[in-house]
């Protein structure tokens, strides 16, 4: 017998969309919910704590690691943490939809090893590191020192794309979520 798929993993590269495909996705799919995780990040100012993410300060976030509430986390770049917490999932579990995790790539290689099969991964990519700097540059959320960093981990992360289940080009951002709900569809992940 098959193992049931638990949750989906979307994973990229820094700049790559990976959000934005998200939220078209929990748009379009009905039996998907948004599994919101926590970080301590400083909040952006579009972004509402609870809905976009669970902002904690470093030392929140340590003591929810020591009280062992997350499937995992990362220090993703230096005091910067991000986590899924378990609570997230168990309270999409309640309402009988499926959860997708927006996570780091290191994150999603770690859920990989943890839950296998029980897990549908996507890996989102832009087509180029020049389209992921100019996508940097227009968010308008980081210095250029930053950028700098994001590109030089996106450039390593790029090596991890053949171990997910699935990598979707993101050069056109619709075509990128239809492939998704595609996939999904033929795994019989939709209704």
Do not use: C
């Amino acid at each position: 017998m098959e193992t049931p798929i638990e949750f989906i993993v979307i994973t990229a590269p820094s700049g790559s969309g990976k959000t934005t495909i998200v939220k078209k996705l929990i748009e379009q799919v009905k039996d998907l919910e948004f599994s919101i995780s926590a970080t301590t990040r400083a909040k952006r100012p579009h972004e509402v704590d609870g809905k976009d993410y669970y902002f904690y300060s470093i030392k929140e976030f340590e003591k929810a690691i020591e009280n062992d509430e997350f499937i995992e986390w990362e220090e993703v770049y230096p005091g910067k943490y991000y986590g899924t917490l378990k609570k997230e999932i168990l309270r999409i579990q309640k309402v009988k939809k499926l959860a997708v995790l927006d996570v780091d790539v290191q994150g999603a290689l770690n859920l990989k090893k943890k839950f296998g099969n029980q897990l549908l991964s996507f890996f989102i990519k832009a087509p180029s590191l020049e389209i992921i700097r100019q996508r940097l540059i227009e968010r308008k959320t980081d210095t250029p020192n930053e950028i700098e960093m994001r590109l030089a981990k996106a450039q390593y992360e790029l090596q991890f794309e053949n171990r997910f289940d699935y990598v979707i080009i993101n050069d056109d951002l619709q075509n990128a979520v239809s492939q998704i709900v595609i996939i999904l569809k033929q795994n019989g992940l939709m209704k």
